[in-house]
């Protein structure tokens, strides 16, 4: 692959903001605080499980749960939900953090490129399908909330409305950083959407940095071996990447507060087309028509 293909392009953007993001973690971490020890993570059913049973045998209840969401299926979406609505819980905080990474070009169940269709649209859909009850359960002084995932390689994204599913010239990395970016804007059009009906309702997008976790089994072997031998003093542990969405969900700083992007606790500009409004609402009109459902966005000022 010649380094002037258009496919080297975003590879190299992407490493050189991956780089950027990790010399800033090691000066962070040189000038404020100690390591915190690595905690577990994953995404199977059976992590799942395991979450439970360490949560309530730490917490001393049994008031804990796992239901099973695979967020590249819409169907399976469809059903969570329904299961979800089935019990009658409230919903003050939903977290959207499922993500593949790097993966090679192949599609969804649903035929969606599964960067957009996974990282993305499964997001989407779950968040629109639980809104009514995300509505039901915030109030004036405890806002539900919504915290979403992206990452700093949002900066280098580029959204093509004309071929989101990457079918002209496939980049895993290129398809990597669209569905990052589109997580952004998605946050923003929402919260635009929650403020113009006046819900008590916030979404807030966070930036995680650079985290030790089992994403980065499709990058380059040299790649990897550079991981493996640095990652325990230049990458964040999965507690440590978890820090800002906790903060998140439950700040009282953060309390009525959305549209915002958060990294190490801090609200940050995001990248300048982030605050394209007309970007942002035709990303959620064709999105809406990816996942079949009514584009409430067409109905608000």
């Known amino acids: 692959m010649s380094l002037l293909s258009p496919r080297a392009v975003p590879l190299l953007r992407v490493y050189c903001i991956g780089l950027g993001v990790i010399l800033h973690q090691l000066r962070r971490r040189l000038r404020l605080r100690p390591r915190c020890p690595p905690a577990p993570a994953g995404n199977s059913e059976s992590e799942g499980q395991e979450a ?8 001393l209840t049994g008031k804990v749960e796992f239901l099973y969401c695979d967020l590249a299926s819409m169907k399976s979406i469809r059903q969570f939900v329904q299961q979800f609505r089935a019990k009658n819980c409230p919903l003050h905080v939903l977290v959207n953090n499922a993500g593949v990474m790097l993966v090679p070009e192949r599609k969804t169940e649903d035929g969606f490129e599964e960067h957009f269709g996974l990282n993305y649209l499964g997001h989407f859909l779950l968040t629109n399908l639980l809104l009514d009850t995300l509505k039901q359960s915030g109030t004036h002084s405890h806002n539900a909330r919504i915290i979403t995932v992206s990452s700093a390689t949002h900066y280098v ?52 940095g650079v985290v030790n976790t089992e994403l980065y089994k499709h990058v ?33 700083e953060v309390e009525g507060v959305g549209g915002c992007y958060l990294y190490n606790e801090e609200r940050t500009k995001s990248a300048e087309v982030t605050y394209d409004e007309e970007l942002q609402r035709r990303l959620w009109t064709e999105s809406c028509k990816m996942v079949g459902i009514s584009d409430e966005s067409s109905r608000v000022p």
């Open 52 to 59: 439970v049973r360490k949560i309530k045998e730490e917490t």
């Open 157 to 208: 994204g580029k959204l093509h409305l004309d071929d989101l599913q990457s079918r002209c010239s496939y980049s895993s990395h290129g398809a990597y950083a669209q569905s990052k970016l589109a997580l952004v804007l998605f946050t923003y059009q929402l919260q635009h959407l929650l403020t113009a009906n006046g819900s008590h309702v916030t979404a807030n997008v966070v930036d995680p």
């Open 220 to 252: 380059f072997w040299v790649v990897k071996m550079v991981k493996w031998m640095t990652a325990w003093l230049l990458f964040k542990t999965a507690e440590e990447g978890a820090s800002t969405t906790i903060y998140a969900a439950v700040s009282p």
